[in-house]
């Protein structure tokens, strides 16, 4: 039977038309996609058949660890692909979209969705629907993502039937959306139009063609002119590195070898922690106020006489600048530039540095001088102090665990890339010396939105990357009890992986962070509880340590390959959290109003 676009536009036409699944899956490999992570569902069983020749469809363990390992994805490989059935698939999803659009993701999140030939005067399962409801709303999922700011659209079929549906545009239109701002993208997809003939696309040759949008704003020549002028005049300059750089690797080389041509210091703010080798001499680590341990506290506090800020967020957030403590120095230093990056992909951050690569080596080269750094800010340093200072046998702690980690990733041929859990653990982290490996990033957390219980589906997510890319680079994931049962369902896939994983389990039975009574949701745990076995059934080794010689002496071991779980039993006294645990349960306390926290709060911002 003759088809009416056949009848408008020929055979020839209409027998080019791609079907809607496969041009689905051309897309997600034009912009990169290896991977998909997702669940199985009736809805989405036609797009799973569709993409599956093309690309690698992962199961997670549940919807909310797809979308957070679709995160992680993001952010080592550049973009995130979810993919789940209607409603029930898709709503599980939205903490995870939250932390895409906080972390500036960009994530395309799939949802099937019931066919257009389905929607009519009765309810369908999957559907947010009361029985005393009048009417039946088939948006639910798409207005949820809107409601975080999300553009979420569902893809439309055939409203003619001389003319092709063109679906597949409204999915380049979204993947390009998604690509170019750094933000999550929700596509629904009803199932019928999977298998329909979509109207042909002409991709670009190239996604660097899609950014089309030029720097339309002038001035950048008198903005390198005034750093220019001023790094001239400094004796002891340092260059401070902001987040936003995370997803744009290419700028942030340029950078760091700006600075290695002029001698310059560098340190990076807490969100951009991993994003640079610190044991570079040049690398004064990661700064954050009175929260830092950074070996090059001193010279940022004391010494540095101008600063160039780069990348970092328009509207501070209060974890990122030592929570409103007014101890961050680099926030109040008098002499610094700021280059926000307000103009589309850091395009003005771009036309600023190139100009300083052209002009300020050869003006400065006879007027600037290596800083000279006391041996406390020299990273390369710190961990052979650390080695010095560890006592064989005495308890291990969160007040210790990062020191005793350094001086064990000392002797790895290797250094891990740490992924610590949102809690006690991840504050406990700052203190790693994170160093340079071949994924490009070295710690990965989701320290502004703070989901608890991404991790493992982070850990997955690096795992599978690492393969790809063929590298035998360890993962240290760092956890406490809590945040580990949030979670636990995500190792059958870490088994499946045959990945690299180390998770080390601190273990108090309870959680800590932000503890302000006894009550029962505050016991996360039971004492009869084994995670050793657990991590047994999922086909790794479980480990038991309670000394500083006995962690480095199992880490050097599982750090060779495979599934572990190492379990130290931890205190909850004070004296037995990190110095930066310390510091926020006062913050918040005092924002809770316990007179006592508020107290040792004040004290903590009185030392500005």
Request: proline content about 5%; hydrophobic content about 40%; overall charge negative.
């Amino acid at each position: 039977m003759t088809s009416s676009i056949q009848h408008n536009f020929g055979k020839q036409y209409h027998d080019s038309l791609p079907q809607l699944g496969h041009s689905l899956a051309q897309l997600l490999q034009f912009f990169g996609a290896k991977r998909l992570y997702g669940v199985g569902g009736d809805f989405v069983a036609n797009l799973i058949n569709a993409l599956e020749p093309s690309l690698t469809v992962l199961p997670s363990s549940n919807e909310m660890h797809a979308g957070f390992s679709a995160c992680a994805q993001a952010e080592v490989a550049g973009l995130g692909v979810c993919l789940t059935t209607y409603t029930v698939g898709s709503l599980p999803c939205i903490s995870a979209a939250a932390l895409a659009r906080t972390e500036g993701l960009p994530v395309i999140f799939i949802s099937g969705a019931p066919g257009e030939n389905e929607i009519a005067q009765h309810s369908l399962h999957h559907t947010v629907h009361p029985h005393t409801a009048w009417n039946t709303d088939l948006n639910a999922a798409l207005n949820a993502f809107k409601a975080l700011g999300i553009r979420a659209e569902r893809l439309q079929g055939q409203r003619h039937t001389g003319q092709p549906n063109i679906a597949a545009e409204q999915c380049l239109a979204l993947m390009t959306h998604a690509y170019l701002h750094r933000q999550p993208v929700y596509i629904e997809i009803p199932r019928d139009l999977v298998q329909q003939p979509t109207q042909a696309l002409s991709l670009p040759p190239s996604l660097d063609s899609l950014q089309g949008q030029h720097l339309n704003l002038s001035g950048a020549e008198l903005i390198a002119a005034n750093i220019l002028d001023k790094l001239s005049k400094s004796k002891a300059p340092l260059l401070f590195l902001g987040e936003k750089l995370r997803l744009n690797p290419d700028l942030l080389a340029r950078l760091v070898k700006l600075c290695h041509q002029l001698q310059l210091p560098y340190a990076v703010t807490w969100f951009a922690k991993g994003m640079v080798d610190e044991s570079d001499p040049l690398c004064l680590g990661c700064y954050n106020g009175v929260f830092s341990h950074t070996p090059g506290k001193i010279y940022i506090e004391t010494i540095a006489d101008y600063v160039l800020e780069i990348g970092t967020a328009i509207f501070p957030s209060d974890t990122n600048n030592a929570f409103g403590s007014q101890t961050h120095a680099i926030d109040k230093h008098q002499n610094k530039t700021m280059l926000k990056g307000t103009a589309h992909r850091e395009q003005d951050i771009i036309a600023v540095v190139t100009l300083l690569e052209l002009g300020l080596q050869h003006r400065l080269e006879a007027t600037t001088k290596q800083p000279q750094l006391s041996p406390q800010a020299a990273p390369q340093d710190a961990v052979a102090v650390m080695g010095e200072n560890i006592e064989a046998q005495q308890s291990l702690s969160y007040a210790n665990l990062a020191k005793v980690i350094n001086v064990a990733q000392a002797t790895l041929p290797q250094p891990y890339v740490f992924i610590p859990e949102i809690g006690n653990a991840f504050f406990a982290s700052f203190e790693l010396n994170t160093l340079s490996t071949e994924l490009g990033r070295s710690f990965l957390a989701n320290p502004w939105y703070a989901a608890m219980g991404t991790s493992l589906p982070y850990a997955r997510a690096v795992a599978d990357e690492l393969a790809y890319i063929g590298s035998q680079v360890p993962i240290l994931v760092i956890t406490g009890d809590g945040g580990f049962n949030f979670q636990a369902n995500e190792l059958i896939n870490l088994q499946k992986q045959h990945a690299n994983v180390t998770i080390l389990y601190m273990r108090n039975n309870v959680f800590h962070l932000g503890k302000a009574g006894n009550a029962p949701i505050y016991h996360c745990n039971a004492e009869g509880f084994d995670p050793k076995l657990l991590i047994q059934a999922y086909g790794g080794q479980g480990h038991y340590c309670q000394t500083q010689a006995q962690l480095i002496q199992t880490l050097q071991q599982t750090a060779t390959g495979g599934l572990h779980l190492i379990e130290i039993p931890t205190s909850v006294e004070t004296q037995c959290q990190s110095d930066i645990s310390r510091k926020l349960n006062s913050y918040i306390g005092f924002k809770n109003g316990d007179p006592v926290a508020s107290a040792q709060w004040q004290a903590l911002c009185d030392q500005a």
